[in-house]
């Protein structure tokens, strides 16, 4: 499984834009990228998963470059709600050991 | 309601005693597998069931043991419980059949070992 490189720590202001990059640079052709978000003492929470190119859903959108040794998560107008803890995943879809690095907390101040 | 249930939510024990927290899902999910989580070090999976009957290792299995006897149930099994296995514990489940590898997560146990 690929092993992933995010930001320890992040801040941030009410409305602003937030993008947390994940470097992985043994990513192998069938892996995928996934996002999670935590809250705390709460279980992880689907974000957003993509392959290549730039994909975007009601809550988030991620960019791919064409190597896809990194991605970017970016997490438009962000409110105060959005503190949490965020997990870059990548392995393949179905059936992987998935491994959880430490994420990165971010913290959106008012 | 879609959901991943786990009992209990809190539990102390002691030493030796042995335990089990339940693991249920409700949809129809083929894959389940068992996160611990500790401070500082992220969530490392213990193990995981592609289905029923079939299990695997995760990262840190030491000390547990799990079984999937029934699709919906996937309790983690703690026969001698020490002190290094206080955490919040994770159970979460998703669908082979889904386009993506959205795994749903319970609300977690938080267990003591004294």
């Known amino acids: 499984l690929a092993k992933t490189t995010q930001p320890i720590s992040m801040d941030s202001y009410e409305g602003q834009e937030v993008n947390i990059t994940c470097s992985h640079n043994?990513?192998?052709?069938?892996?995928?990228i996934t996002w999670y978000q935590q809250f705390p003492s709460q279980g992880p929470r689907f974000i957003i998963q993509g392959y290549k190119t730039k994909v975007t859903n009601e809550v988030a959108s991620l960019f791919i470059p064409a190597d896809r040794k990194s991605s970017t998560l970016s997490l438009p107008r962000v409110s105060l709600s959005d503190t949490a803890v965020y997990y870059c995943?990548?392995?393949?879809?179905?059936?992987?050991?998935?491994?959880f690095g430490p994420g990165t907390r971010l913290s959106v101040l008012p | 309601e879609a959901q991943v249930t786990q009992n209990p939510r809190y539990l102390i024990t002691v030493t030796g005693k042995k335990l089990t927290v339940t693991c249920s899902q409700n949809m129809n999910h083929e894959y389940m597998s068992w996160y611990r989580q500790d401070p500082g070090l992220g969530l490392r999976q213990i193990y995981y069931?592609?289905?029923?009957?079939?299990?695997d290792k995760g990262d840190v299995p030491e000390g547990y043991k799990v079984s999937r006897k029934e699709k919906r149930n996937f309790p983690l099994i703690l026969e001698s419980p020490s002190p290094n296995q206080t955490s919040l514990y994770f159970c979460a489940s998703s669908n082979s059949g889904s386009v993506y590898n959205e795994q749903f997560f319970g609300p977690g146990t938080r267990l003591t070992v004294l």
């Open positions: 069931s592609m289905n029923v009957e079939v299990t």
């Open positions: 995943l990548v392995g393949v879809i179905y059936g992987q050991n998935f491994v």
């Open positions: 043994n990513i192998a052709t069938n892996d995928y």
